[in-house]
């Protein structure tokens, strides 16, 4: 049976300033869902708050996985409900290399009671399974021993973070900005490396992005804008191409309540505090 990401109704606040103010958003098993958004809208926040970061308090509102209360887990017992994330700015791990790191993380998501010290999966098994996704999503397997992201160039760190999604086999994955930084033939190779694990796997894709480009092979059923910390718009990839030949001045001036939130978002960001990385 599928199963079902849900938000409710959520409220989210960084140092006691509210970003996202009543999120709803639900993605099936399966599906692929876009979430656009101005810079600054909460697109971000939202990752963030969904993967547990403490910065990020969860005001009011609700995120299930299958009925089971997101929130009230740790951030791996996240992941091992079966929930991916990709970081717009992913986080370097110096001493840890990519293969290591992999082979703990793969360990820890299938097999749940795995405590601390005990056995990881098999390394004949582990290496097979990395070379063969490797090879799909192009990487060298040279790769796999690097420290993970420590000197990584923009592209090798998206690529990195979807080869983590292959090997991981998430029930629902979100994808923040995979393709920024990404070159033209590396946003399709990144791409068909999704597609092929979320059809392998009915993997619910969450697609954040600012462009057309990647969604036109990471193909959404449903496209959402965040704009003032909720979503104000829903609909289908036709949404895309409004934003990509129109921008959001319409979304602006359609909805003006959330307009003003916007704009104060945007005077927090500009200011020297409104800044902090994972
Ligand atoms: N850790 C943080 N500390 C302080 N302010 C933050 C933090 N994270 C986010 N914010 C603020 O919350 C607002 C939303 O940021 P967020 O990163 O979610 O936006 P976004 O929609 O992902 O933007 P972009 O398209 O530029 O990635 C911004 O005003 C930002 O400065
Ligand atoms: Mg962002």
Do not use: C
Not at 185 to 192: I, K, L, W, Y
């Amino acid at each position: 049976m599928s199963k079902v990401l849900q938000i409710s109704n959520l409220h989210v606040a960084i140092d006691g300033k509210e970003i996202l103010k009543g999120v709803n958003l639900t993605v099936r098993q399966g599906e692929v869902h876009a979430l656009m958004g101005p810079n600054g809208s909460g697109k971000s926040t939202l990752s963030y708050a969904l993967a547990g970061h403490p910065s990020y308090e969860v005001t009011e509102g609700s995120a299930t996985l299958d009925g089971q209360d997101l929130l009230a887990l740790d951030a791996d017992e996240r992941a091992k409900a079966g929930l991916f994330l990709a970081f717009q700015y992913p986080t370097s791990i110096p001493g840890v290399t990519v293969a290591n790191f992999l082979r703990h993380a793969v360990s820890n998501v299938r097999n749940p009671d795995r405590k601390e010290g005990e056995e990881l999966i098999s390394m004949r098994e582990f290496r097979k399974e990395l070379r063969e996704q490797m090879d799909v999503l192009g990487m060298d397997p040279e790769f796999a021993r690097r420290y993970l992201n420590e000197g990584f160039s923009g592209g090798e760190k998206k690529r990195a973070e979807v080869l983590q999604l292959a090997m991981l086999r998430p029930a629902f994955a979100i994808l923040d900005e995979t393709d920024s930084g990404l070159d033209i033939d590396a946003v399709r190779v990144v791409s068909e490396g999704v597609n092929k694990v979320a059809e392998r796997e009915k993997t619910g894709v969450l697609v954040i992005t600012h462009y057309q480009r990647i969604l036109n092979y990471i193909k959404p059923s449903f496209v959402h804008i965040l704009f003032g910390g909720r979503i104000v718009e829903e609909g289908g990839p036709e949404l895309v191409t409004l934003l990509e030949e129109q921008g959001y001045d319409w979304v602006r001036s359609k909805y003006p309540d959330a307009a003003k939130d916007e704009d104060e978002l945007e005077q927090q960001q500009n200011s020297p505090s409104g800044q902090l990385t994972f």
